[in-house]
């Protein structure tokens, strides 16, 4: 029996959250969501995710905070994290990118491209 790698979804955006959510349960993986900044960073808190998708800009706390946050208690909260937003302004990205596998523009990719570039990290 395959296990399945772990997901942590973090996006406010419940068109968003669901159609992602849906086309990675459907490629295998076993994913749990987050909706806002808080519920993310209590889920993140506890870890074993394989990989957390982290929006960018969230209620409460932005994906930003939440890795500042992270980055005080943590070495490394999962084996891969990969912000979505939807700039490609990067530069408030880039003090905690180095603690993340980089970041992808939710325009600019297709639900069967998210699968192959989660499955470049998680198999």
Do not use: C
């Not at 790698?5 to 295998?28: H, P």
């Not at 993310?40 to 800009?57: F, N, Q, T, Y």
């Amino acid at each position: 029996m395959d296990i399945k790698a772990k997901i942590l979804l973090v996006e406010d955006d419940m068109f968003l959250r669901d159609i992602y959510s849906e086309t990675l349960s459907s490629a295998g993986f076993d994913v749990s969501t987050a909706a806002d900044g808080r519920e993310a960073l209590e889920k993140i808190k506890l870890g074993g995710w394989d990989m957390v998708l982290l929006d960018v800009i969230l209620p409460f706390m932005t994906g930003i905070q939440i890795m500042d946050e992270v980055k005080t208690f943590l070495e490394k909260p999962s084996k891969h994290i990969l912000f979505l937003t939807n700039s490609d302004d990067t530069a408030e990205l880039e003090h905690v990118l180095g603690f993340t596998d980089g970041y992808l523009l939710k325009s600019s990719f297709t639900p069967a491209q998210l699968i192959e570039k989660i499955h470049t990290y998680v198999g």
